[in-house]
């Protein structure tokens, strides 16, 4: 098992993609987090505003460049051919997988880490102009505040789901555009649709299912009661998104032809 | 000895027309099972998720918890078919035949409510109200049909700061003198009417007068109501920010001063009578705190409501088109693999030793893919929107009446939404050549600007403007079935339908997008080795 992570390490750190798309997934989060931050208009008689939720706005954004960098380290290898030499040097498939997945996942859960610390302080310091401060009753924005040191791991937390979902969607679909179609239009649709469906019911299974949805509520600070989801099974519900794609994933690996 | 001919193998000439080039890319297009199974399916999740849309949409108004939900209500129709809101104070005469009314307005006045329906309970039904008159508050004279909701009418008024106005029929809107109206600058105002004509006039001393404006209201019975109005549309105001907003508003109330009434032709009735014409679903005050008083020729009416289109309608067609995200994402795959395809497996070499000419492969793929994908769209949309529209009716939802133009413009402005964003998948393939990475650039270019904009609270309303006008996101606009009225004060935000740009004014912006990805994809895919 070693040696099959170490193997994905290596071709991890060696494509020339990688890194970069890392380091714009980390810019781009931090900076529509500050742009959001530096965007709040709050008439004088204050609203009701989630200071850690705005300042993590970017993983929004952040988490479609970490779906493309999960997705291409499955379906990369299948277009190339990759596969099958790395098929034939770990015969046990889980295996392969289970070493992508790691390696994926650690590599996204540290560039997440650095994201996500560099938006809550950029929050922090661009809301604190606008008067978002403690002082005037909100949130205070510091991770020494409970809430807000949830939201900011369950983020990075977050992003490394993120991508263990997309990893196990290209090891069933394989292909990287229909992959990433597919990670994009789960994500996106659910929140959609919820928004023209109006029937209470619907609309909350909506809310309740939806793999972005339900994994943003973890960024929740405020108004905690008013969310279908307490934060935590939030993040639980795209982790059991995430499982249920790797188990396929896994599945069709050990029993297809690659 | 004979001598042997060479063999010379028949040589045909190859063609290698625009045409064959066409056909070349539709063959590959359609001996692609997953691209085919993948635009059928494109349709399917289009007309399958406006079905589930309009069946899950319940409109209901339940009296007790578990009674029977009843159909929510529509609102009335005007005479050009539109929804209206028709509910205000009306003093009026019958009018038999031509005529005319002439008044002098000396002061509106108003009163607001910041915190919801008041109590009325506690004394006066305008206890607690704030003074105050709103921007579109109108009093004046008015010439109708009946006093029948959405009937044709005309009307010459004093507004709270949009100055004298002439509206007609709901939609029609003229303005005459600007200015606020005081004991010390009254207006006059008279409507004369002649066979279906109502021409109105303004003056600010009662000796020269301005003809504002006529309207043409065919039809009109030969008596028609006539009188004194007033009504002050509901007071709002929305503040969206970032994570959150607030709203607050209330009904209004406006107060008119007319004097000097005087009518012209038959006026049968000896007295005026008074009217609250109340709609159904409107923010109007209750019965009782609107009125008239008069003293002598002295006319002092109070009113609440909006005589105007209907402005807050749910958008039934927008809500059939829910799946257009779906399919627009399939499409975009589909685009981008139409070219990255032929890249992963060298076929490009083949297709570009074939034709030379690269930018006509890039146009005849463009061709291909926006024909076949506007072919699906044009099925999908015309089959999901009625479909869509009769579920959302037996759930309860009434359907805003959609001329035929508006509908066609939806119908075919969709599919050439998908067809352009197809293309635009294409361009950018051949730019990136990878496709997980053209896929997000596309999706995030224009479902994710879309997302943000609409789904209420995520951004700032200044934002979500924005975001519908420069990124492809505004292509969307295309599906706006509401008319922005400028005599109507809403809220006009994205989330309730309104686009920052005409529809086919956004379209274009997603076209300008598609037009310079693909100069500069063909650009680059002559520039590089391929």
Same mark, same amino acid.
């Given at each position: 098992m070693t040696d099959a992570v170490h193997a994905e390490w290596t071709k991890v750190r060696t494509l020339p993609g990688t890194g970069w798309l890392l380091l714009a997934a980390a810019a781009l989060t931090v900076a529509v987090g500050a742009a959001a931050a530096n965007a709040v208009t709050c008439p004088a008689g204050?609203?009701?505003?989630?200071?850690?939720?705005?300042?993590?706005?970017?993983?929004d954004l952040g988490q479609a460049i970490v779906a493309i960098v999960a997705v291409t380290v499955v379906s990369g290898e299948y277009s190339t051919g990759m596969i099958r030499l790395t098929l034939?040097?770990?015969?046990?498939?889980?295996?392969?997988?289970? @070493?992508?997945? !790691?390696? %994926?996942? &650690?590599?996204? *859960?540290?560039? =997440?880490?650095? @994201?996500?610390? !560099?938006? %809550?302080? &950029?929050?922090? *310091?661009?809301? =604190?102009?606008?008067?978002?401060? !403690?002082?005037?009753?909100?949130e205070a924005l510091s991770l020494g505040n409970g809430p807000v040191l949830r939201a900011a791991a369950g983020s990075a937390l977050y992003l490394a789901l993120i991508a263990l979902f997309s990893v196990g969607v290209a090891a069933v679909v394989r292909d990287s555009a229909v992959a990433i179609g597919v990670v994009l239009a789960l994500l996106f649709l659910f929140p959609i649709l919820s928004s023209v469906i109006t029937s209470p019911g619907w609309h909350r299974h909506l809310e309740q299912f939806s793999p972005m949805t339900a994994g943003l509520y973890i960024q929740a600070t405020t108004n905690l009661r008013s969310l279908p989801l307490t934060p935590w099974q939030g993040l639980g519900v795209l982790a059991a998104w995430a499982a249920g794609a790797m188990l396929a994933g896994a599945l069709l690996l050990r029993f297809r032809d690659a | 000895m004979t001598t042997l001919a060479p063999?010379?193998?028949?040589?045909?000439?190859?063609?290698?027309?625009?045409?064959?080039?066409?056909?070349?890319?539709?063959?590959?297009?359609?001996?692609?099972?997953?691209?085919?199974?993948?635009?059928?399916?494109?349709?399917?999740?289009?007309?399958?998720?406006?079905?589930?849309?309009?069946?899950?949409?319940?409109?209901?108004?339940?009296?007790?918890?578990?009674?029977?939900?009843?159909?929510?209500?529509?609102?009335?129709?005007?005479?050009?078919?539109?929804?209206?809101?028709?509910?205000?104070?009306?003093?009026?005469?019958?009018l038999a035949g031509n005529g005319s009314i002439t008044v002098r307005v000396t002061s509106l006045t108003g009163l607001y409510s910041t915190h919801g329906l008041t109590a009325g309970g506690a004394g006066s039904p305008t206890a607690g109200m704030t003074p105050g008159v709103q921007p579109w508050s109108k009093a004046g004279i008015i010439i109708k049909a009946s006093t029948r909701s959405g009937s044709a009418y005309a009307a010459m008024m004093v507004t709270g700061s949009h100055g004298v106005r002439m509206q007609?029929?709901?939609?029609?809107?003229?303005?005459?003198?600007?200015?606020?109206?005081?004991?010390?600058?009254?207006?006059?105002?008279?409507?004369?009417?002649n066979g279906d004509t109502i021409?109105?006039?303004?003056?600010?001393?009662?000796?020269?007068?301005?003809?504002?404006?006529?309207?043409?209201?065919?039809?009109?019975?030969?008596?028609?109501?006539?009188?004194?109005?007033a009504a002050s549309p509901g007071y709002s105001v929305n503040t969206t920010s970032l994570g959150g907003g607030s709203s607050k508003g209330g009904p209004t109330l406006a107060t008119g001063t007319f004097e000097q009434v005087s009518r012209q032709g038959a006026w049968p009735a000896a007295r005026w009578t008074g009217q609250d014409l109340q709609g159904t679903m409107d923010l109007a005050l209750s019965a009782s705190a609107q009125g008239f008083t008069?003293?002598?020729?002295?006319?002092?009416?109070?009113?609440?409501?909006?005589?105007?289109?209907?402005?807050?309608?749910?958008?039934?067609?927008?809500?059939?088109?829910?799946g257009t995200f779906a399919g627009l994402i399939t499409v975009v795959v589909i685009g981008v693999m139409f070219i990255t395809a032929e890249y992963r497996r060298g076929m490009i070499r083949t297709t570009l030793t074939a034709s030379p000419r690269r930018g006509r492969v890039l146009a005849a793929k463009a061709v291909v893919l926006g024909a076949v994908t506007f072919a699906a769209g044009l099925v999908a949309a015309a089959i999901v929107i009625p479909v869509g529209e009769r579920l959302l009716h037996a759930s309860g939802n009434p359907i805003p009446p959609v001329p035929v133009l508006t509908w066609l413009q939806v119908v075919i402005g969709t599919a050439a939404l998908l067809a352009v964003s197809a293309v635009l998948g294409l361009a950018v393939g051949t730019l990136l050549r990878r496709s997980a990475g053209a896929v997000t650039a596309v999706i995030g270019a224009i479902v994710l600007p879309y997302l943000l904009a609409t789904v209420p609270g995520i951004l700032p309303v200044g934002a979500e403007q924005w975001l519908l006008r420069v990124t492809p996101a505004a292509?969307?606009?295309?599906?706006?079935?509401?008319?922005?009225?400028?005599?109507?004060?809403?809220?006009?935000?994205?989330?309730?339908?309104?686009?920052?740009?005409?529809?086919?004014?956004?379209?274009?912006?997603?076209?300008?997008?598609?037009?310079?990805?693909?100069?500069?994809?063909?650009?680059?895919?002559?520039?590089?080795?391929?």
């Open positions: 204050g609203c009701q505003l989630d200071p850690a939720k705005v300042s993590l706005t970017g993983v034939a040097a770990t015969p046990r498939r889980w295996r392969v997988l289970a @070493a992508k997945a !790691a390696v %994926v996942s &650690a590599v996204t *859960l540290a560039t =997440g880490a650095v @994201a996500v610390l !560099a938006s %809550v302080l &950029a929050g922090g *310091l661009l809301l =604190g102009r606008h008067g978002i401060t !403690a002082a005037h009753g909100y | 063999y010379r193998p028949e040589l045909h000439t190859g063609r290698d027309g625009f045409a064959q080039l066409l056909r070349a890319e539709w063959t590959k297009f359609r001996t692609v099972r997953g691209w085919v199974i993948g635009m059928t399916a494109a349709l399917l999740v289009i007309v399958g998720i406006g079905a589930l849309t309009g069946a899950n949409s319940e409109c209901g108004i339940q009296n007790s918890p578990n009674g029977p939900s009843l159909a929510c209500p529509a609102p009335p129709t005007g005479p050009g078919g539109e929804w209206v809101t028709d509910s205000f104070y009306f003093v009026r005469q019958p007609w029929d709901f939609t029609h809107d003229v303005a005459g003198l600007g200015g606020k109206v005081s004991a010390a600058s009254p207006r006059w105002l008279r409507l004369t009417r021409t109105g006039y303004d003056s600010a001393d009662g000796a020269r007068w301005t003809r504002v404006g006529a309207a043409t209201l065919t039809g009109l019975p030969s008596t028609t109501q006539a009188g004194l109005f008069q003293a002598g020729n002295r006319l002092t009416v109070s009113g609440s409501g909006d005589i105007a289109p209907a402005t807050d309608n749910a958008d039934s067609v927008k809500k059939t088109l829910a292509g969307f606009a295309v599906q706006q079935t509401l008319t922005q009225y400028p005599q109507v004060q809403t809220v006009y935000t994205p989330g309730t339908g309104y686009f920052p740009l005409a529809p086919w004014a956004g379209f274009a912006v997603l076209c300008a997008w598609a037009a310079a990805a693909l100069v500069l994809a063909l650009f680059l895919l002559r520039r590089r080795d391929a």
